[in-house]
């Protein structure tokens, strides 16, 4: 038998009407981000041609050997579905085993029950399952669908069953890449936070030396003022003060508190410059202690942009931190520059430029930066690279509409430039 013959003897034998529910079905899905919306319209499409009042749709949770109640359709007063059905009951084990649809009709059916009143035992309840279709892909069953009717269940035909069927791999081809996409994100999510946790030690030391001074102010007006509480001058002008250097530290530990805990994605009116500043400060105590030098050239009227600032945070100290560990031991500069740039399409972006002139990077290296868990810091004596900061750079750059490039020099220094788009304040 040829291959086209063994192709054409497995396909379904649809009919032009069946086909074209086939395609609404699918187009229906399209690219949902959230798992309630996916889940809707699988059950609402598999309702519609089994011509089911009500149903369940179940997915896989791998990791606890059990399947969880997504989305349930229909309203029958004697029907609440248990929150979660073990690998091992008799309808999940005759799905797995068959990879098929099973309906009342079906021997191998085991009637589950669903009711308000369920046990250990019985899970189900009083009201029957008439018709379970397995949702399956890459040989295993990540969800299924358990449906009945309101009235008798109406029989399938064997056209119904080859649409329900290739329903359910579109269905599960849905579902699959929705998993595979929320894995991917929350790896994502994973990495940003690491590697935010890991700048926070430098961090710390930025804060205890801003600090310093409004705490000094603060100690010098607690110690003078028993002996010139009579003086109204100098209370009114220091306590001035005082409140000024209270509020700047409770913003710096806003500041530290915002940075250190994940939040996702808030795009806010930002102004660039002040968040390059206060990246510098944050990391200036270290610089010193080293003997690096770090020169700001900032551009004034700068344009504002939406941004996420604890991203855009995590970016610059990020390059900051990596053009130290470049110097080394030596003495050196860092050199950062902001400034506007006029698209040829009127838009006005933000630039940033940071430069180092510590070791460089060389030709070889230079096309892997940006991949995960590329890294050339194994034996830095200062901070030891884990191969992910500069990818989540340049993951927070794209998912800004911005765009980052670097070029580098042997013994000379590296520079990365980074784009940003900006609007109108």
């Known amino acids: 038998m040829t291959i086209a013959k063994s192709l054409q003897s497995t396909m379904p034998k649809l009919d032009l009407r069946s086909l074209k529910k086939l395609t609404h079905f699918i187009q229906d899905l399209g690219h949902p981000t959230k798992l309630p919306v996916i889940a809707e319209r699988i059950l609402v499409g598999f309702l519609e041609i089994s011509q089911r009042s009500h149903g369940t749709l179940y997915l896989l949770d791998h990791d606890h050997e059990r399947y969880c109640h997504v989305l349930s359709h229909g309203a029958l ?30 021997p191998a059916f085991v009637r589950p029950m669903v009711s308000r009143e369920t046990t250990a035992d019985s899970p189900f309840g009083t009201v029957p399952v008439n018709l379970a ?102 209370i009114g002008e220091f306590s001035r003060i005082v409140l000024d250097d209270v509020n700047r530290i409770e913003r710096l530990i806003q500041e530290i508190l915002d940075y250190a805990r994940y939040m996702e994605s808030k795009l806010t009116d930002e102004d660039l410059n002040e968040i390059v500043s206060s990246c510098v400060y944050f990391v200036q105590i270290q610089a010193d202690r080293r003997g690096i030098k770090i020169e700001k050239e900032l551009a004034s009227e700068l344009p504002r942009g939406m941004l996420d600032r604890q991203q855009i945070q995590q970016v610059i100290l990020n390059l900051l931190l990596n053009a130290m560990d470049a110097i080394g031991e030596n003495s050196g500069t860092i050199r950062v520059r902001t400034h506007r740039l006029q ?62 490039r670097v070029q580098s020099t042997e013994g000379v220094g590296t520079i990365f430039h980074i784009q940003l788009p900006c609007h109108r304040s």
């Open 133 to 234: 279709i397995p949702l399956l892909s890459r040989g295993r069953m990540i969800a299924f669908i358990a449906s009945q009717s309101q009235t008798e269940a109406p029989v399938l035909t064997p056209l119904t069953r080859e649409l329900l069927m290739a329903m359910s791999q579109s269905a599960a081809n849905a579902l699959d890449s929705f998993l595979i996409y929320e894995d991917l994100r929350q790896s994502q999510t994973l990495m940003r936070r690491t590697d935010r946790l890991r700048s926070l030690e430098i961090i710390a030391g930025g804060f205890a030396h801003e600090i310093r001074n409004p705490l000094t102010s603060i100690k010098t007006f607690i110690q003078l003022a028993p002996e010139r509480k009579d003086d109204s001058q100098f």
């Open 77 to 106: 007063d004697t029907i609440a579905a248990p929150p979660t059905i073990a690998c091992s009951h008799p309808l999940v084990q005759n799905l797995v085993r068959g990879h098929q649809i099973l309906n009342a009709s079906n």
């Open 343 to 404: 698209q040829p399409d009127g838009q006005e972006w933000a630039y940033i430029e940071i430069e180092d002139t510590g070791l460089g990077i060389s030709a070889e290296h230079l096309n892997h930066i940006f991949d995960p868990f590329f890294t050339t810091k194994h034996s830095s004596a200062f901070n030891e690279g884990t191969g992910l900061g500069l990818t989540i750079v340049h993951q927070i750059i794209q998912e800004h509409r911005g765009n980052i």
